[in-house]
């Protein structure tokens, strides 16, 4: 069973920068797409970032330039840099896993975490 653990989630200034990681386990193979989303009250759940073993990383255009996605396969662990942050980027973020789609639909993920909270301040 698949089990998607997320953590550093923390309240910051605008302009600050966060990191999140996503510990992983419970799955074999590599052939995974590993992915980042949020949502904040009152809004629908928004794709952030997603990165495959076969595919290079894609970016929310929200986030492009500010946000980097990385995985450490040795740790099964998926990471997400959060620079310049902003207050419209405060949501509850969740990392979500897939087999293979390269992707940042929510309908192509069935794995996903109980999430971590991002609040930036103006």
């Known amino acids: 069973q698949v089990h998607l653990a997320e953590s550093g989630g923390d309240s910051v200034e605008a302009g600050g920068s966060l990191r999140l990681s996503c510990a992983a386990s419970?799955?074999?193979?590599?052939?995974?797409?590993l992915a980042w989303f949020r949502q904040a009250p009152g809004k629908e759940r928004e794709g952030v970032a997603v990165?495959?073993?076969?595919?290079?990383?894609l970016y929310a255009d929200s986030v492009r330039g500010r946000f980097t996605i990385s995985r450490d396969n040795a740790k099964n662990t998926l990471y997400l840099q959060m620079n310049s942050l902003k207050p419209e980027d405060t949501a509850m973020y969740h990392c979500?896993?897939?087999?293979?789609?390269?992707?940042?639909?929510?309908?192509?993920?069935?794995?996903w975490g109980p999430g971590t909270q991002v609040t930036v301040s103006s």
């Open positions: 990165i495959c073993m076969s595919a290079g990383p």
């Open positions: 419970g799955y074999s193979g590599r052939r995974i797409c």
């Open positions: 979500a896993m897939n087999w293979g789609i390269a992707t940042l639909e929510d309908y192509a993920y069935n794995n």
